[in-house]
């Protein structure tokens, strides 16, 4: 194939051909794909908890959704981690609070027909604490739910954690007319201008305090340099951003959570330079990616360093959505080892199955990640988009590294484009494989653009 041009269907099928001879070889990380699971399941176990329940209502916490019961979580909290660990118990009922921040070997347990309603008011969420904002550190508003070097934490349960982000509060900060944002209303770009500026001239994490005034979005949920982290079975709804966002965190378990969500920016699960992560069983119907894997943002990114690597997505089903799993935009660090199957995706509101989104401005790695027996009703764009033009496009000094990118049996029903691949011409897609896949009902021919070693069986 010649770099650059767009092929339709037909003519890519030629040029590539079936297990193309001229395929490169993968190097033996890449090669042992699949076989590497079982090892990285065999370091995943999901922490265990004292045999102690501290019910929020001996603690003040009255439900009826008009108390707020803040000091209660926090006393309850507090109370369980002193005792040596336990269930934070959160009966039925509904429980208005502030931020929740959780200490070493406590589980925040929700039952049935409990919900934990977030009051939207952003005074309750300062202090500002040291967080990530779109992959750049700073000290922001607390996330709703938040751990900071814990291990052994958990958040589970039948019940809901509703955020009450909505038209009226929090999304409007975005600053689009389409969530509630005004031309005279408070937004958060000049604050995420400077906050990426800081990034870029290494200004002390301390020193970049946001928080009143600054518009910056707290997340959902937050787990920052934390090991053995457990979030199962809770439905999590209206968040003002990002809703589950594990940040260099070890040893990761989220199971048979439900993330429904359709404002700005609300992805579901967000990864970043985590190691060792399990997505399992899990409902995504999100305004944004349903997973999106980061490790970093720009200079902040390549500063820390830490890759996101060993994930394994399996059984999700993934409803509206920018895309089912994607990997970027904020991949400075790096991804690595990334592994979904069994999943199902299907909506005219989710634009591709898998995504890799990055540029010369982010600069790092996306390597070996594979994608097998994922049944793809409908998308409204590609089924496969790797695209090195995202936003900036190649416009800085760090071109990516995009390599070892496998898809097999996987089917998908109707979309826009099969494939639609866009590397540089000096820094091309590498190695890339579908096996055993069909797209159908494809309404635009295929893009590939600089792309070094295709493989198609």
């Known amino acids: 194939m010649k770099p650059g041009r767009t092929q339709n269907r037909r003519e890519f099928l030629l040029s590539a051909g079936c297990g193309m001879a001229g395929a490169l070889l993968w190097p033996r990380a890449a090669a042992a794909g699949w076989d590497l699971v079982p090892e990285i399941l065999g370091r995943i176990r999901a922490p265990v908890f004292a045999d102690r329940d501290f019910d929020i209502t001996r603690f003040g916490a009255l439900p009826g959704g008009v108390m707020d019961c803040t000091r209660a979580l926090r006393d309850a909290i507090d109370a369980c981690s002193r005792a040596g660990g336990g269930r934070v118990l959160v009966p039925a009922g509904d429980f208005p609070t502030g931020p929740v921040h959780l200490k070493s070997h406590v589980n925040l347990h929700l039952s049935p027909g409990s919900t934990l309603r977030f009051i939207p008011d952003p005074a309750l969420y300062l202090p500002a604490v040291h967080t990530r904002w779109e992959g750049v550190e700073c000290m922001n508003y607390s996330p709703f739910v938040y751990a900071f070097g814990q291990e052994n934490v958990a958040v589970t349960g039948a019940g809901t954690l509703d955020g009450q982000a909505d038209n009226a509060y929090w999304w409007p900060w975005n600053g689009s007319p389409f969530f509630g944002g005004r031309r005279e209303g408070p937004g958060q770009a000049a604050a995420r201008r400077r906050l990426f500026q800081m990034g870029e001239e290494d200004v002390p994490v301390p020193h970049r305090l946001f928080g009143a005034g600054g518009f910056l979005r707290p997340n959902f949920l937050q787990f920052y340099r934390c090991r053995n982290v457990l979030v199962e079975g809770v439905t999590v709804r209206n968040s003002p951003m990002w809703q589950l966002h594990p940040v260099l965190c070890t040893n990761v378990t989220v199971r ?26 899990c409902f995504f119907d999100t305004g944004d990616d349903c997973i999106a894997i980061k490790s970093g943002r720009n200079r902040d990114g390549r500063r820390i360093g830490a890759p996101s690597e060993n994930i394994i997505v399996r059984r999700c089903r993934m409803k509206d959505g920018h ?16 592994f979904a199957e069994d999943c199902d995706m299907d909506s005219p509101n989710l634009e591709r199955a898998l995504r890799l989104k990055t540029n010369s ?15 793809v009703g409908q998308v409204s764009d590609a089924v496969l988009r790797i695209d090195l033009f995202y936003e900036e496009g190649d416009a800085g000094l760090f071109p990516p590294t995009v390599r070892h990118i496998e898809m097999a049996d996987v089917r998908s029903s109707k979309s826009k484009y099969g494939v639609y691949l866009r590397g540089y011409p000096h820094a091309p897609l590498r190695d890339i494989r579908l096996l055993g896949c069909a797209f159908e009902n494809t309404s635009h021919p295929d893009v590939i653009e600089n792309v070094r070693g295709m493989t198609i069986e």
């Open 256 to 281: 048979g959570v439900s993330m429904v969500s359709h404002g700005p920016n609300n992805d579901g699960c967000n990864p970043e330079s985590c190691r060792d992560v399990l997505v399992e069983d």
């Open 323 to 338: 895309g089912g799993v994607t990997i970027g935009s904020e991949a400075s660090g790096g991804v690595r080892n990334v």
């Open 361 to 375: 401005v982010r600069g790092g790695f996306i390597e070996n990640v594979f994608m097998r027996r994922v049944r």
